[in-house]
T-cell receptor, first 114, second 114 residues
């Protein structure tokens, strides 16, 4: 059974460019989460969806970040324009109602903005 | 402001000894706590959890202790093994929501020396 799939695994881009990160949650999971990991702040929740609807986007740092979930099997996190301070590892995770808060994480996308 | 704090960025212990990882939280509404383990280039994976109605939960070599009055929890690993070397994240949620919105700490890197 496939876990959470993220692509790309690594992304190197130049400041000002648009970046799109992709996530496929585990089939049957109805919650999807986007996190950012940095040394200073650890794992920060950016946004999460329930049944494809954004529930809480209070963690999205600014208007340059946007996330969508057009269907139950796909989500994107877009940064436009990207800045060097966006460099981090971005994780997608999914879970289902009744999983007692246990989330299943993808392998992450390491983003480097030059 | 960090609602969940792991004040020790790193910890080194000898194989066979006890590892104790600590976590403090500030939000008294948190009622469910989890520990996740992360290896390099992988996403975090669930390790063990505890509800606020308990003060201890044990799973094999791993035990989590919760001190609600001190808003403190700890993870004990006994005996520690080299394969336990990883980053450990403490996480908390509120409201028994079962949705899995988690607030993570910064992480503690554990090194177990052979």
């Amino acid at each position: 059974d496939a876990g959470v799939i993220q692509s790309p695994r690594h992304e190197v881009t130049e400041m000002g460019q648009e970046v799109t990160l992709r996530c496929k949650p585990i089939s049957g999971h109805d919650y999807l989460f986007w996190y950012r990991q940095t040394m200073m702040r650890g794992l920060e929740l950016l946004i999460y969806f329930n049944n494809n609807v954004p529930i809480d986007d209070s963690g999205m740092p600014e208007d340059r970040f946007s996330a969508k979930m057009p269907n139950a099997s796909f989500s994107t996190l877009k940064i436009q324009p990207s800045e060097p301070r966006d460099s981090a590892v971005y994780f997608c995770a999914s879970s289902y109602w009744g999983s007692y808060n246990e989330q299943f994480f993808g392998p992450g996308t390491r983003l480097t903005v030059l | 402001d960090q609602q969940v704090k792991q004040n020790s960025p790193s910890l080194s212990v000898q194989e066979g000894r006890i590892s104790i990882l600590n976590c403090d939280y500030t939000n008294s509404m948190f009622d469910y706590f989890l520990w996740y383990k992360k290896y390099p280039a992988e996403g975090p994976t669930f390790l063990i959890s505890i509800s606020s109605i308990k003060d201890k939960n044990e799973d094999g070599r791993f035990t989590v202790f919760l001190n609600k009055s001190a808003k403190h929890l700890s993870l004990h690993i006994v005996p520690s093994q080299p394969g336990d070397s990883a980053v450990y994240f403490c996480a908390a949620s509120e409201g028994s929501s079962n949705t899995g919105k988690l607030i993570f700490g910064q992480g503690t890197t554990l090194q177990v020396k052979p």
